[in-house]
């Protein structure tokens, strides 16, 4: 199929972009890698009347490492994190996140602010900005403000930006210190959306135990979910094997899937402990590493 005709709006600034969406109203959309809304017009589950394009918008096109925060404009790819020089010493759950990502074309124009604005649940983006801790800044005829991973998502495909607004910039906080991390998923097929998948990151005491734990999971909710349960049970432990059990074992009680064309809700509740656990061991086997 082919698109619904549709008027191409190609602003400048994002002041300009911000107007032409106010302007357009609720019929409008704006698009930056276009790798999940272009698909959508095409089988026309997605109609706008409008599309503003952001990838003229220059100062929105940057992916850096400031001090120890990763900092990413809306039109920034997915190639351009990848190509960070020493991101995956500084965070290998990112790192490894992005790389799962599609495949090379996609990841060739797809971009981080994209990808968290549509909120696919099975995503990749929305789970790092979560376990991360991170922030997006997002602009609209009010003026500019600043959203907190924890209170962005609302369910499948929501965000809490209004229809008004358009992401400008994402945030990710990196930890320092003795940490390990990591990013595993399961899918049918290398590219394909994740069954489900985990990022994990730990960070270890002097002694050895638990100084703090981040786990975030995906393709199990109607969004992205951090792990509540398992941390509280990593934090301040000795991050043993049995605890690690524990840990991945516990959020059992925090995950709902939904059966789909890519497996069954019992098979998804399995795949995402196995990959809980897998995060969890590499996340402290890579933390020791950095003690050592």
Not at 18 to 23: K, Q, T, Y
Not at 30 to 40: D, E, F, K, R, T
Not at 143 to 163: E, M, Q, S, V
């Amino acid at each position: 199929m082919k698109p619904a005709a549709f008027e191409y709006l190609a602003p400048r600034s994002v002041e300009e972009a911000v107007a032409l969406l106010a302007e357009r109203g609720e019929d409008a959309k704006v698009i930056a890698g276009g790798q999940s809304l272009v698909p959508m017009m095409a089988f026309r589950l997605a109609t706008p009347a409008a599309l503003v394009d952001l990838n003229g918008v220059s100062e929105l096109d940057h992916a850096r490492v400031d001090r120890d925060t990763l900092v990413l404009g809306a039109t920034a790819r997915h190639r351009s994190v990848q190509e960070l020089a020493g991101l995956r010493e500084r965070c290998a759950m990112v790192a490894e996140a992005v790389g799962l990502i599609g495949h090379p074309p996609i990841r060739n124009r797809g971009t981080a602010g994209g990808s968290i604005a549509h909120a696919d649940p099975a995503a990749e983006w929305p789970a790092l900005l979560l376990a991360l801790d991170g922030e997006v800044d997002a602009m609209g005829p009010g003026g500019r403000r600043t959203i907190a991973a924890a209170d962005l998502f609302r369910t499948y495909f929501t965000t809490a930006l209004a229809p008004d607004e358009i992401l400008t910039e994402v945030r990710l906080p990196l930890p320092a210190g003795a940490v390990g991390s990591a990013f595993v998923e399961v899918a049918q097929r290398h590219g394909d959306f994740a069954v489900a998948g985990a990022g994990a990151l730990m960070i270890v005491a002097d002694d050895g135990s638990v100084a703090d734990a981040r786990l975030v999971l995906i393709g199990v909710r109607d969004t992205a979910v951090r792990s509540v349960a398992a941390e509280t049970i990593l934090r301040g432990a000795s991050p043993t094997d049995p605890v690690l059990d524990d840990a991945t074992n516990a959020i059992r009680s925090e995950i709902d899937p939904v059966s789909d064309v890519h497996g069954s809700s019992a098979y998804r509740r399995r795949v995402a402990i196995a990959v809980a656990r897998r995060a969890v061991t590499l996340a402290r086997d890579r933390a020791h590493a950095a003690v050592a």
